[in-house]
């Protein structure tokens, strides 16, 4: 079993993690959903931000644009990264689940090249 952190804003990725609010939370197993839940998260506090994600048990976060700093403060807590993704959440999670690369298909403008 996983669980996966995806910054949201709406039904799409939320573009810039560092000032997101909002992190939709699936718990996964067999390739399927268990649970899907969202989660506030303190927008400003990069710490909090972090901890409340830990708390949650989260180990990957898929998310849009995020500063190398945060991209440190994510590998010191243990959560792995899927960074730079944009798209709708619904089509991500389809994506993920089948185990296709989302770097590939839904990567931000001018990433991954």
């Known amino acids: 079993?996983?669980?996966?952190g995806i910054s949201i804003l709406g039904n799409r990725i939320g573009p810039v993690f560092d000032v997101s609010g909002s992190l939709l939370v699936l718990e996964i197993g067999n390739k399927s959903i268990i649970s899907r839940k969202i989660k506030t998260l303190d927008a400003h506090d990069m710490n909090l931000k972090f901890n409340t994600m830990?708390?949650?048990g989260i180990d990957l976060l898929i998310c849009g644009a995020i500063s190398r700093r945060f991209q440190y403060e994510a590998q010191l807590y243990g959560?792995?990264?899927i960074p730079f993704i944009c798209g709708n959440i619904d089509d991500i999670i389809n994506t993920f689940l089948s185990g296709k690369p989302l770097n590939q298909l839904f990567a931000m403008p001018g990433c991954y090249r």
């Open 1 to 4: 079993m996983r669980k996966i």
């Open 54 to 56: 830990k708390m949650l």
């Open 79 to 81: 959560i792995d990264l």
